[in-house]
T-cell receptor, first 116, second 116 residues
Framework: AQKITQTQPGMFVQEKEAVTLDCTYD???????LFWYKQPSSGEMIFLIY??????QNATEGRYSLNFQKARKSANLVISASQLGDSAMYFC?????????????FGAGTRLFVKA | GAVVSQHPSWVICKSGTSVKIECRSL??????MFWYRQFPKQSLMLMAT?????????EQGVEKDKFLINHASLTLSTLTVTSAHPEDSSFYIC????????????FGAGTRLSVL
């Protein structure tokens, strides 16, 4: 069974608008971490934001915020004021605790296109 | 954020030769390093996890004799693709976590391997 699901293979957003990239996860471990990474065409994986399973508040990092809905097991990434440089592949990832061997697994990714 | 350096960024080799890829954490001590493989337009697939000074833990289906991983120090891990064949051609990317960056995995820029 898929542990990380990103249902949007591709998304378009107009420059300066906000966009939400969806991510749902599946785990029985009470302790886990959720991550979003950006991968531009150059291939490097750029860390964007982290949310711990016990964190009470949604994580924010500049224009990035993570909409953490624990009961629904979703961890959507919201990018505000989109810029042309935001065009890239975005991966949601989860690291489980002991039951998952502390490994980080990635979703299939969402390709974001920002239109001028 | 932390800096993870990966070299080389691109390598072309003949079938049957071995290729070594280096991954260094430049400004933190990486107690755990990870090696991933990424096929075109696909997500990252975890190959193995290594802790400093101990043998790597390989994921199911990954040949440990084909992909030799050494994590000899807290700042360096190497992946050697032995007797490379065209089907080993791929994008290999390392990541590391540790020290003050225990929660976050930081990634190298990746190595594109082409085996002729």
């Amino acid at each position: 069974a898929q542990k990380i699901t990103q249902t949007q293979p591709g998304m378009f957003v107009q420059e300066k608008e906000a966009v939400t990239l969806d991510c749902t996860y599946d785990t029985s471990d009470p302790s886990y971490g959720l991550f979003w990474y950006k991968q531009p065409s150059s291939g490097e994986m750029i860390f964007l934001i982290y949310q711990g399973s016990y964190d009470q508040q949604n994580a924010t990092e500049g224009r990035y915020s993570l909409n953490f809905q624990k009961a629904r097991k979703s961890a959507n990434l919201v990018i505000s004021a989109s810029q042309l440089g935001d065009s890239a592949m975005y991966f949601c990832a989860m690291r489980e605790g002991r039951t998952g061997g502390f490994k980080t697994i990635f979703g299939a990714g969402t390709r974001l296109f920002v239109k001028a | 954020g932390a800096v993870v350096s990966q070299h080389p960024s691109w390598v072309i080799c003949k079938s049957g030769t071995s290729v070594k890829i280096e991954c260094r954490s430049l400004d933190f001590q990486a107690t755990t390093m990870f090696w991933y493989r990424q096929f075109p337009k696909q997500s990252l697939m975890l190959m193995a996890t290594s802790n400093e000074g101990s043998k790597a833990t390989y994921e199911q289906g990954v040949e440990k004799d084909k992909f030799l991983i050494n994590h000899a120090s807290l700042t360096l891990s190497t992946l050697t693709v032995t007797s490379a064949h065209p089907e080993d051609s791929s994008f290999y990317i390392c990541s590391a976590r540790g020290g003050q960056h225990e929660n976050i995995q930081y990634f190298g820029a990746g190595t594109r391997l082409s085996v002729l």
